[in-house]
C-alpha cells in the first residue's frame, strides 16, 4: 500500500474511532439522565400518596372528633346510628346464692351504709353478681354504689346524677339509672355532678366504670 494512504486510513479509523467513542458517551449520559429522572419522578409520586394518605387520616380522624359530640350520629353520612346496647354487654352467669355481708372499708361507705346495705340484701340486679344500691342526694338527684354479691366489695362513683331538664311536650326524661342483671351497660340520663347534661354510656369490668360513649343534651330555655 501507498504510504501516503495508509497514513490517510490510520487517520481516519482514529477519527471514526473517536467519534463513537464520543457518540457512546453521549448516549450513556443520556441514559443516565433518563434514570436520574425518572428516579426523582418516582420519588415525587411516593411523597404525594403518603401526603394523600395522611391527609385522608386527618380527616377520617377530624370526623370522628366531629361525631365524638353527638355519638348517635356517625361521622360525614349524617344517618343515626344505635347506641350501646345491654345485649351487647351481656353476661350469662348470674349469682344465685346467699348475699356477702357488705364490706364498709371507706368513710363514704360508711357514710351512706344504711342505703348500701339496704340495696345489697335485695340480691343482684346488675352484671350478674352486682347490685346497684340508690339513694337520694337532693329534688331528683341520686346517688349509688356498686356492691359485690359475692364478696361485699362496695364501689362508689365519683360522681352523682343530677336531674334532667323537661322539654315543653316532651314528657318525662328517662330514669337517671338504666341497668340489667344480664348485662354490664349502665347508662346515666342527667347531669353528673351538676357539670353538663347528657347520656352517659358506661361499661362495669368488675372494679370500675369505663364511660365508653355519651351524648350531650341541651338544655330547656328558662
Same mark, same amino acid.
Given at each position: 500500500?501507498?504510504?501516503?494512504?495508509?497514513?490517510?486510513?490510520?487517520?481516519?479509523?482514529?477519527?471514526?474511532?473517536?467519534?463513537? @467513542?464520543?457518540?457512546?458517551? /453521549?448516549?450513556?449520559?443520556?441514559?443516565?439522565? *433518563?434514570?436520574?429522572?425518572?428516579?426523582?419522578?418516582?420519588?415525587?409520586?411516593? %411523597?404525594?400518596?403518603?401526603?394523600?394518605? @395522611?391527609?385522608?387520616?386527618?380527616?377520617?380522624?377530624?370526623?370522628?372528633?366531629?361525631?365524638?359530640?353527638?355519638?348517635?350520629? &356517625?361521622?360525614?353520612?349524617?344517618?343515626?346510628?344505635?347506641?350501646?346496647? $345491654? %345485649?351487647?354487654? &351481656?353476661?350469662?352467669?348470674? $349469682?344465685?346464692?346467699?348475699?356477702? &355481708?357488705?364490706?364498709?372499708?371507706?368513710?363514704?361507705?360508711?357514710?351512706?351504709? +344504711?342505703?348500701?346495705?339496704?340495696? #345489697?340484701?335485695?340480691?343482684?340486679?346488675?352484671?350478674?353478681?352486682? #347490685?346497684?344500691?340508690?339513694?337520694?342526694?337532693?329534688?331528683?338527684?341520686?346517688?349509688?354504689?356498686?356492691?359485690? /354479691?359475692?364478696?361485699?366489695?362496695? $364501689?362508689?362513683?365519683?360522681?352523682?346524677?343530677?336531674?334532667?331538664?323537661?322539654? /315543653?311536650?316532651?314528657?318525662?326524661?328517662?330514669?337517671?339509672?338504666? $341497668?340489667?342483671?344480664?348485662? +354490664?351497660?349502665? *347508662?346515666?340520663?342527667?347531669? +353528673?355532678?351538676?357539670?353538663? %347534661?347528657?347520656?352517659?354510656?358506661?361499661?362495669?369490668?368488675?372494679?370500675?366504670?369505663?364511660?365508653?360513649? /355519651?351524648?350531650? *343534651?341541651?338544655?330547656?330555655?328558662?
Amino acid at each position: 500500500m501507498v504510504p501516503g494512504l495508509q497514513f490517510c486510513n490510520s487517520r481516519i479509523g482514529a477519527n471514526l474511532g473517536a467519534s463513537a @467513542v464520543h457518540r457512546i458517551a /453521549e448516549l450513556q449520559a443520556r441514559h443516565l439522565t *433518563i434514570v436520574v429522572i425518572s428516579i426523582w419522578m418516582i420519588k415525587v409520586v411516593i %411523597e404525594k400518596t403518603v401526603l394523600i394518605a @395522611v391527609c385522608a387520616a386527618l380527616l377520617v380522624a377530624g370526623c370522628g372528633a366531629q361525631s365524638a359530640d353527638n355519638p348517635l350520629r &356517625a361521622g360525614r353520612t349524617g344517618q343515626l346510628v344505635e347506641p350501646p346496647r $345491654f %345485649e351487647k354487654y &351481656a353476661v350469662t352467669d348470674q $349469682f344465685k346464692g346467699k348475699p356477702a &355481708a357488705v364490706r364498709l372499708t371507706t368513710g363514704e361507705a360508711r357514710k351512706y351504709r +344504711r342505703a348500701i346495705r339496704e340495696g #345489697a340484701d335485695k340480691g343482684p340486679n346488675f352484671a350478674g353478681h352486682f #347490685a346497684i344500691a340508690q339513694w337520694g342526694c337532693g329534688a331528683g338527684c341520686v346517688q349509688f354504689a356498686i356492691v359485690d /354479691e359475692k364478696t361485699g366489695a362496695v $364501689f362508689i362513683p365519683s360522681f352523682y346524677v343530677g336531674p334532667r331538664s323537661i322539654n /315543653e311536650g316532651a314528657g318525662e326524661p328517662d330514669e337517671p339509672l338504666q $341497668f340489667r342483671i344480664d348485662s +354490664r351497660l349502665l *347508662i346515666v340520663n342527667g347531669s +353528673r355532678n351538676e357539670k353538663g %347534661e347528657g347520656i352517659y354510656y358506661y361499661v362495669w369490668n368488675g372494679k370500675r366504670l369505663m364511660q365508653i360513649k /355519651e351524648s350531650p *343534651i341541651n338544655r330547656a330555655p328558662r
